[in-house]
């Protein structure tokens, strides 16, 4: 699951209705866990307390087993790792976690076999998400590419250090750079780097200041390109002069995240997640009964974890997910060739890729996939995958060259 960073008719709802809306950004088991390796431990405590007595059923080993469990629906063999990234930027005074220690911090990665020389395909989650979102599309992707998928720090089973950042500035950095620390423990040079939605966002931050490591940027659905003062609507400006607007301008401001409510429920935290995902993904191909109750157990754990990487919001958009540092301000920087890829019904809105795209200096396209919204890799997998495979057409095979691709091009 992931939360949308901004609220659809938020004007029509209650309180608790909007905060809803705001959400919304086979092999055998056996089989994949023997290909698993986790080559480090967790790095949280454990509880004294057995899980059902606790509140908030949850730890880090809870989050990689459910891990494994959803992943056992893949064919193709992996790696897990928790990848040291060290305990901030070498030479900065501000660590990842923004305290004296030097504890280091660790990301976690799964690596999917691969043909020799395939190319390296990175794929970053969104908001609210965490790696395992992708597990539809791994089988496919893996058959062109060295798949290499990761939980951004402070999301998923990657370490969640103490949110303290104070600014855009330095939420970015906190990204960004934690992003880099991990490319050269990883020892990557030149990769395909995908990132959906807040996952987006960061990518192209990321690409903006090293464009040197990446060869092609596809953006799912990204956030952050268009800001308040150029895309505000006059019916979300009414809403906000309401006492309900202020209500949940005042809660966005407070980093009053969804994740809240999850752990505020404790042990009936589990069925609200269930209602989400039953409800959220049913839209194009939908799940089936297995992936749903998987992918369910999965996202409870991700998201009831201690919060951390949850607590940018604020920092990075205002109320209504519009970005306090738009990157269609930056669109004639851009040096890296990219393609956007939008569901039909995605919310958000593919016109903002076009208006940077007038101003980019390097190719750009601009895909969208019918039948699917805002999670497109799992509404519409088969869209998804030819729209990745015709984007990265001239890393591949010559056979790929005239990829059929039956989704349209803007």
């Known amino acids: 699951m992931s939360f949308r ?5 938020a004007e029509s709802s209650s309180l608790g209705k909007a905060m809803a809306q705001e959400l919304n950004s086979s ?4 089989a994949t866990a023997t290909a698993a390796t ?3 431990t967790s790095t949280t405590k454990k509880s004294l307390w057995p899980s059902a007595l606790r509140w908030i059923p949850t730890s880090t080993d809870h989050i990689i087993s459910a891990e494994k469990r959803l992943l056992s ?3 193709t063999p992996y790696t897990q790792e928790l990848v040291d990234i060290g305990s901030g930027p070498p030479g900065s005074k501000v660590r990842w976690f923004r305290s004296a220690s030097n504890e280091s911090r660790f990301i976690n990665t799964i ?3 691969s043909k020799q020389d395939s190319p390296t395909l990175v794929m970053v989650h ?6 395992g979102f992708f597990f539809k599309n791994f089988d496919t992707l893996a058959k062109h590419f060295r798949v290499i998928a990761i939980d951004q720090l402070g999301w998923g089973a990657s370490s969640r250090p103490d949110f303290t950042c104070t600014s855009t500035e330095e939420t970015e950095a906190w990204f960004v750079d934690s992003f880099e620390e991990w490319r050269k423990a990883k020892n990557l040079s030149n990769f395909v780097l995908l990132g959906h939605s807040f996952g987006g966002y960061i990518a192209s931050k990321y690409a903006l200041k090293h464009p040197e490591h990446v060869q092609h940027l596809i953006l799912v659905g990204p956030a952050g390109f268009t800001s308040e003062t150029e895309h505000k609507s006059e019916r979300l400006t009414k809403f906000q002069a309401t006492w309900k607007g202020a209500v ?4 966005w401001e407070s980093n009053f995240t969804p994740m ?6 404790g042990p009936f935290g589990p069925n609200l997640v269930r209602k989400y995902t039953s409800a959220r993904f049913g839209e194009g191909e939908g799940l089936a009964e297995q992936e749903s109750a998987l992918l369910t157990d999965y996202v409870y754990h991700t998201l009831a974890a201690k919060a951390s990487g949850e607590l940018c919001l604020k920092h990075i958009f205002s109320f209504g997910a519009f970005a306090r540092s738009p990157l269609l301000q930056r669109s004639s920087e851009w040096k890296v060739p990219t393609t956007f890829i939008y569901g039909f019904q995605d919310w958000m809105d593919y016109k903002g890729a076009e208006a940077a795209r007038k101003n980019m200096n390097v190719p750009c396209e601009i895909i969208r996939v019918p039948q699917a919204g805002h999670f497109v890799f799992l509404d519409n997998a088969k869209g998804f995958h030819s729209s990745v495979l015709h984007a990265c057409r001239r890393f591949l095979s010559p056979d790929m060259a005239n990829y059929p691709l039956e989704e349209v091009i803007i």
């Open 111 to 113: 690596t999917f076999d």
């Open 5 to 9: 960073l901004g609220l659809r008719r």
């Open 260 to 265: 809240k409510v999850v752990r505020g429920l």
């Open 73 to 75: 629906l893949v064919k």
């Open 248 to 251: 949940l301008n005042h809660l």
């Open 126 to 131: 969104g908001y609210a998400a965490s790696q």
């Open 38 to 40: 986790v080559t480090s």
């Open 27 to 30: 092999a055998p088991a056996t």
